[in-house]
Each structure stands twice: as C-alpha cells, then as structure tokens.
T-cell receptor, first 114, second 112 residues
C-alpha cells in the first residue's frame, strides 16, 4: 500500500543552521507530494507541494524536490529561524480519484534554539 | 476568510457521556474528514465524506459516528466516550481531487 516515512524527531538546531528533514514514500503510479507544517496550538497548513517528478516546491525559504528515482521528497532550508519551530509532516495523495485520501508521515518535531 | 472552524477547542468529559465536536467550512469543499493525532502515531483518519449524505470509514472509525446533512458541516459524535479516545482531533476539508487540505485548529479531548 501507499506509505510515507520521515525521519524521527525531535530535531534540534541552532538559529541560522541548515535544515534537512528526510522523507521517502511508497506509492504506485505518480503521486503528488506535500509538506505540511503544524505550529504550536494550531492545525496543519500546507507549506509546499510538488505534483510531478523533478518538480521543486518552495515557500518561506523551504524547498523540496520530487525525486522519483529515489522516491524521496526531502525538506530543506538554508538558514532556520526560531519561528520555524514546529512539527513537519510529509504527505502524499494519488490525486486522481474522488475518494483519494492524504497519507501522512508521522511528523518530525523541529526545535530551533536562539 | 477561508477557514475550517472546530468547536470546542478543549473538552474534558467523563466516560460514557455522549459528546459532539462540530466542524464547519466556508470554502464549498466537497470532501471533509476527521483525524486524530496521537504521539508516535501521527495523524490517523477516522471518517470522511465526499458529499452530502455520503460518509465512509477511515482507518480508525471504531467508537465514532459522523453525519453530513449539509455541505459545510461535518460533526464528529462520540456516543459513549472512553479514555482511549483521549486525543487531539482535527477536521479537514478540500475539493475532490484537490491538492490542498485545510485544517481546523484542533480539539483537545480528555476522557476521564
């Protein structure tokens, strides 16, 4: 079946450090890939997405590239800020069916120290 | 403002006392769903609905009910809550075949 695996947290970094959160997926066909972010006390919100191979999603300084050959969608940011502290979820959908559901990874908690 | 609104945000109840968590969206989305979020388990889908009067089970439906009488509303009903339903609950909505899901702010439920 379809699944998403992302690195275990928590991840703790100092401000201005480089961030990578790994995400790999298992899916048939050509899924769409997403990163959602959950700030403390809030619901999830879409951070970025990519809908086909080699697409790069970007937003708020975060980037992720859809790599079909390695079935990966790693999240990166060149210089993190304290305000980036949150839980990050990698997710996929097949995107082609009316009852298509979102498959989420388990989430990675990120702590940024000032 | 486009949003998904859940109420209440926090709820403490006793075992066996029926409760309802409301969810409403103002984006005319066809697809609505409920998730629970637990440490180490991530998000698990409870129920979903593709349109009015159309609902179906997700991955963990036991102990929950839903209804979809209107397009904008999708309440989650716990007929007889038990302590293992203590969790953080999220409602979400999107268009069918839509790329982005919109989430409510969550309801933290404690059953004692």
């Amino acid at each position: 079946g379809n699944s998403v695996t992302q690195m275990e947290g928590p991840v703790t970094l100092s401000e201005e450090a480089f961030l990578t959160i790994n995400c790999t997926y298992t899916a048939t066909g050509y899924p769409s890939l997403f990163w959602y972010v959950q700030y403390p006390g809030e619901g999830l919100q879409l951070l970025l997405k990519a809908t086909k191979a080699d697409d790069k999603g970007s937003n708020k300084g975060f980037e992720a590239t859809y790599r079909k050959e390695t079935t990966s969608f790693h999240l990166e940011k060149g210089s993190v800020q304290v305000s980036d502290s949150a839980v990050y979820f990698c997710a996929l959908t097949k995107g082609r069916y009316r009852d298509d559901k979102i498959i989420f990874g388990k989430g990675t908690r990120l702590h940024i120290l000032p | 403002e486009a949003q998904v609104t859940q109420n209440p945000r926090y709820l403490i109840t006793v075992t066996g006392k029926k409760l309802t968590v409301t969810c409403s969206q103002n984006m005319n989305h066809e697809y609505m769903s409920w998730y629970r979020q637990d440490p180490g388990l991530g998000l698990r889908q409870i129920y979903y609905s593709m349109n009015v009067e159309v609902t179906d089970k997700g991955d963990v439906p036991e102990g929950y009910k839903v209804s979809r009488k209107e397009k904008r509303n999708f309440p989650l009903i716990l007929e007889s809550p038990s302590p293992n339903q203590t969790s953080l609950y999220f409602c979400a909505s999107r268009f069918l075949n839509g790329q982005e899901a919109f989430f409510g702010q969550g309801t933290r439920l404690t059953v004692v």
